[in-house]
């Protein structure tokens, strides 16, 4: 199986611009989550989709917005860029979401706001 | 406040020595712990989960082990290929699928 792809791989946007990202999962996943990876956070946790339906979202402001299609592919907005919001964009898939499964992760996009 | 805590944070070895990544959790209602390894510039790959106290899994030179509060990943006489960051995450009760991460022990292993 073909794993979990996102486009771009990489992205420079001035402050105040407007991004979106995109994902597609593990063929059969129907679960996508987005997580932030920056070197003083860490990996954390933004939103994740399920069935269409944002379900569960991290600690993040508005500006931070995704949705997901009928084919379980998922995109991610920001808005308003910041220079903070420079950062590696990772989408994970899973099958259903459910609490201890494994989620799969896909290479990331990286993101420079200059 | 739900916590994941990894030590080392960086860790150097000569090929061959063998050594063990630690990660303490607390969190309420373990759903699962997870082991990925991440290269400089790629997204985390998955290497193992596991679920209650007292699992072990094996994978070539790893060893994954769990009890009630902590995890250890086990390298036994490593290569300079297994240099990467590793990384441990919760899934914990509550969080649906969510998953906290810890900030990952960077392995070197010189030849």
């Known amino acids: 199986k073909a794993g979990v792809t996102q486009t771009p791989r990489y992205l420079i946007k001035t402050r105040g611009q407007q991004v979106t990202l995109s994902c597609s999962p593990i063929?059969?996943?129907?679960?996508v989550s987005w997580y932030q990876q920056t070197p003083g956070q860490g990996l954390q946790f933004l939103f994740e989709?399920?069935?269409?339906?944002?379900?569960n979202k991290g600690n993040f402001p508005g500006r931070f917005s995704g949705r997901q299609f009928s084919n379980s592919r998922s995109e991610m907005n920001v808005s308003t860029l910041e220079l903070g919001d420079s950062a590696l964009y990772l989408c994970?898939?899973?099958?259903?979401?459910?609490?201890?499964?494994?989620?799969?992760f896909g290479p990331g996009t990286r993101l420079l706001v200059l | 406040e739900d916590q994941v805590t990894q030590s080392p944070e960086a860790l150097r070895l000569q090929e061959g020595e063998s050594s063990s990544l630690n990660c303490s959790y607390t969190v309420s209602g373990l759903r699962g712990l997870f082991w990925y390894r991440q290269d400089p510039g790629k997204g985390p790959e998955f290497l193992f989960t596991l679920y209650s106290a007292g699992e072990e899994k094996e994978k070539e030179r790893l060893k994954a082990t769990l009890t009630k509060k902590e995890s250890f990943l086990h390298i036994t006489a490593p290569k300079p290929e297994d240099s990467a960051t590793y990384l441990c995450a919760v899934n914990y009760g509550g969080s649906q699928g969510n998953l906290i991460f810890g900030k990952g022990t960077k392995l070197s292993v010189k030849p």
């Open positions: 989709y399920f069935s269409e339906t944002q379900r």
């Open positions: 063929s059969g996943h129907r679960s």
């Open positions: 994970a898939s899973s099958a259903a979401g459910e609490q201890g499964e494994t989620q799969y």
